[in-house]
């Protein structure tokens, strides 16, 4: 186990759900043969938003995994969510256990798997909070290691959000950067099936996780993905997750090639002199801020100029597309600025 999870690129793959006997050992063998695949996942119990929706198996459905295992030699993970999964997955020899987004986001349930975990030895990995609150996903690893879980892991699968159009869930791709900066040797994978909720979009979410340095990826494979009884559209043949895979072009974390080196540390100067600049400069700016908030405290005048401001973005757009910047960035990099001037006016005005 212990070199299957350190391998670079770590590829889990396996059903959303066990669905049959027949089902789960056919994709096995079908993944196993790909070539590519360390690790069989598969859901037993399955967090659905609706009842009535397919909820998963239970209990019977783990000697399917086993004998799946017992067949193709393919380790299995599977989603826990309470003592009792924990206690399950055990019996049938579930090599890796992962915390769903569902659970991640309540401390009692993660304080229970915690709990249920102290002394056992088994790789976890912690998939994030569905809500976008990194403080969440943190917290679940610490509840994690105060039980002297050694090996634990993170999920990258995307957040949910009211409105969420292009993604099932939003991949927002900050939060896992900053998980990453504050675990550095933790691995972190990527879900571009529950991120896309289309099998169409997997290809170019894969990749740009990798391209992001992520350890590897956890990718839904059915048999037959459109009969799928849960997370259908999602899903990929084991011959396609295949494709999917041969197609990705990993990168290396680090070179040793000297002139790379060199020439990588040249340009980080200049980024670094660059940034030392901006900030000195957003320092000098929020002086002139405080300037203008004393100014308004004096003539009794509101801290915002709704006006001004569309001004300014106005010609923030314009200055920007030319120097090739999208307008996207303009207004949240304009937005950041704007709401720490009027954080510093409002301590002018009403100090
Ligand atoms: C799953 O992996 O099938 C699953 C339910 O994922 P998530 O917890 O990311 O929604
Ligand atoms: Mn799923």
């Known amino acids: ?49 609706k009842p009535g929706m397919f909820e998963g198996n239970g209990i019977i459905a783990l000697p399917w995994l086993l004998s799946a295992k017992k067949i193709t030699g393919l380790p299995t993970t599977i989603e826990v969510a309470t003592a009792m999964h924990v206690e399950e997955a055990m019996k049938f020899e579930v090599d890796i256990l992962w915390i769903g987004a569902r659970t991640t986001v309540n401390p009692f349930s993660v304080q229970e798997l915690a709990n249920a975990l102290r002394g056992v030895k088994i790789p976890v990995f912690i998939k994030n909070p569905i809500n976008p609150d990194i403080e969440l996903w943190s917290g679940s690893i610490e509840r994690l290691q105060q039980v002297g879980i050694e090996q634990l892991g993170m999920i990258h699968r995307g957040f949910s ?39 169409i979009l997997l290809q170019s979410i894969a990749q740009k996780s990798i391209d992001l340095d992520f350890d590897g990826l956890m990718l839904e494979s059915h048999i037959d993905p459109d009969n799928a009884w849960s997370d259908a559209k999602q899903q990929v043949t084991p011959d396609r997750l295949m494709e999917l895979l041969n197609a990705l072009t990993w990168r290396h974390g680090n070179s040793s090639e000297q002139e790379f080196i060199t020439a990588l540390a040249t340009l980080r100067e200049q980024i670094d002199q660059l940034d030392d600049e901006l900030i000195t400069l957003m320092g000098q700016r929020m002086k002139l801020s405080d300037k203008i908030g004393a100014y308004k405290k004096d003539n009794n005048i509101t801290i915002l100029q709704t006006r001004r401001w569309n001004d300014i973005l106005e010609s923030a757009f314009k200055k920007g ?12 990099y304009l937005d950041a600025v704007h709401l720490e001037s009027i954080q510093h006016q409002n301590k002018v005005m009403n100090t």
Not at 1 to 24: L, V, Y
Request: with cysteine.
């Open 1 to 49: 186990m212990q070199e299957k999870w350190d391998k670079r690129p770590f590829i889990i793959s396996g059903p959303c759900s066990a669905e049959t006997e027949q089902q789960m050992i056919e994709t096995a063998i079908r993944l196993a043969k790909t070539g590519k695949v360390d690790v069989l996942r598969a859901g037993i119990w399955k967090p659905r938003t």
């Open 161 to 199: 959000a009211y409105g969420n159009t292009e993604f099932r869930n939003a991949p927002m791709w900050h939060l896992p950067i900053e998980m990453k900066r504050r675990y550095p040797n933790m691995p972190l994978i990527c879900d571009p099936s529950h991120i896309c909720g289309d099998r």
């Open 321 to 332: 597309e030319q120097l090739g910047l999208s307008n996207e960035f303009i207004i949240r």
